[in-house]
């Protein structure tokens, strides 16, 4: 299976900051979520997908190919949908494309104007005149007028509306279908991953504690809730993290059989959300700093 993104062992530092000997491949036809909190590493991670920043060790590739030989030919294949506005405000759409266009060689103008019309965008309105959800659907449409490999998006329904954000989440599984389209989408609103993500990256501290599968999370990981008579030290260390109070405990367990065999029916155990994993990780983090 081809990879499109691959970091090997890259570390990256600031004033307070680490990001750690992170390994990471992003396959192509799928759709990948990009979870952690803030100051987890998510942006600096991006900024280096994208060479608006080196790390300091490692390699950073896409298509195979590096930025220091490849730069433009790479750029020539990304689309880039974040949660800022990237376009002068003072220009309509359609002043736009005529500065856009010329940079990719495999602009499409049909493609566009389908988009336009699909996402019911105003060619010659003022884009500073843009809801959120238009700016985010202008974004979408010239990523994909460039045919588009890969579309990385940096938080892109953050400050939408709930209806809308469902709907961004319709049309990028419509994007999908075209198997050779890959989407790194980075969020908070994890929620939104598990509607649409095939795998999902985990990153915490400027550690990468996972990329799996989403089913595969749901199959190795489990809240776990009971009496807290039932907890003993074995017990205690098949967590990542515990909350005790005096109704019981829950806890999360990143291997669900095993849990399941030491306590059988005694303790109720529930499917995590993607919110969860992130809550129990940090909380376990701290216990044992």
């Known amino acids: 299976m081809e990879n499109v993104?691959?970091?090997?062992?890259v570390q990256k530092s600031f004033k307070g900051f680490q990001l750690k000997d992170f390994s990471?491949?992003?396959?192509?036809g799928f759709v990948t979520g990009f979870i952690g909190g803030n100051g987890a590493g998510k942006s600096t991670t991006i900024k280096?997908?994208?060479?608006?920043?080196?790390?300091?060790?490692?390699?950073?590739?896409?298509?195979?190919?590096?930025?220091?030989?490849?730069e433009k030919a790479i750029k020539q294949r990304i689309g880039f949908v974040m949660d800022d506005n990237v376009f002068y405000e003072e220009l309509s759409l359609k002043e736009?494309?005529?500065i856009i266009k010329p940079a990719y060689t495999n602009w499409d103008d049909n493609l566009f104007e389908q988009y336009i019309e699909k996402f019911e965008l105003p060619l010659n309105k003022k884009i500073k005149t843009f809801s959120?959800?238009?700016m985010m659907k202008a974004s979408l449409t010239v990523?994909?007028?460039?045919h588009a490999e890969l579309i990385i998006m940096d938080e892109p329904t953050s400050g939408l509306d709930p209806s809308f954000r469902r709907e961004l989440l319709d049309l990028l599984h419509h994007v999908m279908q075209d198997e050779e389209k890959t989407i790194f989408f980075s969020t908070h609103i994890t929620t939104d991953l598990e509607r649409i993500a095939d795998y999902i990256t985990f990153l915490h501290n400027g550690k990468h504690i996972f990329t799996k599968e989403f089913s595969q999370i749901e199959e190795e990981y489990a809240i776990v809730k009971g009496e807290i008579d039932l907890l003993d030290r074995d017990i205690e260390r098949e967590f990542i993290s515990i909350r005790k109070s005096n109704h019981g405990f829950e806890a999360l367990t990143a291997n669900k059989k095993r849990?399941?065999?030491?306590?059988?029916?005694?303790?109720?155990?529930e499917k995590p959300s993607l919110e969860d994993i992130m809550f129990y990780t940090k909380k376990g983090e701290e216990q044992y700093v």
């Open 5 to 9: 993104i691959e970091l090997t062992n």
């Open 24 to 28: 990471l491949t992003v396959k192509k």
């Open 48 to 70: 280096m997908m994208m060479n608006l920043l080196q790390p300091d060790s490692g390699s950073v590739s896409l298509f195979g190919l590096n930025y220091k030989e490849h």
């Open 96 to 98: 736009m494309k005529k």
């Open 132 to 134: 959120k959800g238009m």
């Open 143 to 146: 990523a994909i007028s460039h």
């Open 259 to 269: 849990t399941e065999n030491m306590l059988g029916n005694m303790a109720l155990i």
